[in-house]
Nanobody
Framework: QVQLEEFGGGLVQAGGSLRLSCVFS????????MGWFRRAPGKERESVAAISSSGDFIYYDDTVKGRFTISRDNAKNTVYLQMNSLKPEDTAVYLCAADLNVYSSKYLYWGQGTQVTVSS
């Protein structure tokens, strides 16, 4: 069974940066596509970024393009989300997810999430 645990959330001022990490266990990490999602109060969960198992495909939502960077270290079973130039509208619970198909519309495995709060 795949387990995912996110780290790195917190409170930051607008314009600041945070780096989220998600540690994967239970299966072969290098076989899985990984995604970062977020859920803001009163809003639907939305996709933020995704990276294929090999790292050769990367996706960003338009709202974070140019500010966020997704990466993975298959030796450490970890996927990262570097978030720069943060805005108050980035405030949300950030969740990582895993699926054998990075293009899946319904990722199979999910972490519990980490809160990111951006103050103005």
């Amino acid at each position: 069974q795949v387990q995912l645990e996110e780290f790195g959330g917190g409170l930051v001022q607008a314009g600041g940066s945070l780096r989220l990490s998600c540690v994967f266990s239970g299966r072969t990490f290098s076989s899985y596509g990984m995604g970062w999602f977020r859920r803001a109060p009163g809003k639907e969960r939305e996709s933020v970024a995704a990276i294929s198992s090999s790292g050769d495909f990367i996706y960003y939502d338009d709202t974070v393009k140019g500010r966020f960077t997704i990466s993975r270290d298959n030796a450490k079973n970890t996927v990262y989300l570097q978030m720069n130039s943060l805005k108050p509208e980035d405030t949300a619970v950030y969740l990582c997810a895993a699926d054998l198909n990075v293009y899946s519309s319904k990722y199979l495995y999910w972490g519990q999430g980490t809160q990111v709060t951006v103050s103005s």
